[in-house]
């Protein structure tokens, strides 16, 4: 069975400063990793996502997370938060057996952003 | 783009009552998902579907139901509410080998 470990529930940030939102899984088989943001009152919108190749992915609004095997991590980062990217992150991780149909979710990370 | 509509987001139930939650996708998508959210926990999954007339339990079914007659639609029933199952659901669907798309989300209160 897979898990995902998102080990800090908040993050709290200055504008423009960096951040970075931990992520680590657990999988016996190889596995898909993904990142979903929620907007206060919204459903969840894909941020990024790691299928194969290479291990750096990137977002169109200048987030990007790293696949990294022999950790098992896929920690999300961006080198300047906006205040609009306030939100919640989830990672997810769903095996290559099931495809994508199938997600198991962390906890989810709360990144607060004050000017 | 791609349309989860869940037509109720937020409703207010008593101890006892059968509870539907509506969910349309747009996109022909064969599979549909229905995730509960709460606070510390994260997204759960309660049911999903591979066809029509076709459900399998998911990490959290007990207390649930769900039908779905066509399509385009998934709805998930709770036969009898209970107030721990106050909490924000969540409808997703997916065509097999893509990206799943959520909608905005059902509070739910059960008092």
């Known amino acids: 069975a897979q898990s995902v470990t998102q080990l800090d529930s908040q993050v709290p940030v200055f504008e423009e400063a960096p951040v970075e939102l931990r992520c680590n899984y657990s999988s016996s088989v190889s596995v898909y990793l993904f990142w979903y943001v929620q907007y206060p009152n919204q459903g969840l919108q894909l941020l990024l996502k790691?299928?194969?190749?290479?291990?750096l992915v990137e977002s169109i609004n200048g987030f990007e997370a790293e696949f990294n095997k022999s950790q098992t991590s896929f920690h999300l980062r961006k080198p300047s938060v906006h205040i609009s990217d306030t939100a919640e992150y989830f990672c997810?991780?769903?095996?290559?057996?099931?495809?994508?149909?199938?997600?198991?979710f962390g906890t989810g990370t709360r990144l607060l952003v004050s000017p | 783009d791609v349309k989860v509509t869940q037509s109720s987001r937020y409703l207010v139930k008593r101890t006892g009552e059968k509870v539907f939650l509506e969910c349309v996708q747009d996109?022909?998508?064969?599979?549909m998902f229905w995730y509960r959210q709460d606070p510390g926990l994260g997204l759960r999954l309660i049911y999903f579907s591979y066809d029509v007339k076709m459900k399998e339990k998911g990490d959290i079914p007990e207390g649930y139901s769900v039908s779905r007659e066509k399509k385009e639609r998934f709805s998930l029933i709770l036969e009898s509410a209970s107030t721990n199952q106050t909490s924000m659901y969540l409808c997703a669907s997916t065509t097999t080998g893509n990206t799943i798309y959520f909608g905005e989300g059902s509070w739910l209160t059960v008092v």
């Open positions: 996109m022909d998508h064969e599979n």
């Open positions: 790691y299928l194969s190749g290479s291990t």
């Open positions: 997810a991780v769903s095996d290559h057996g099931t495809g994508f149909q199938k997600l198991v």
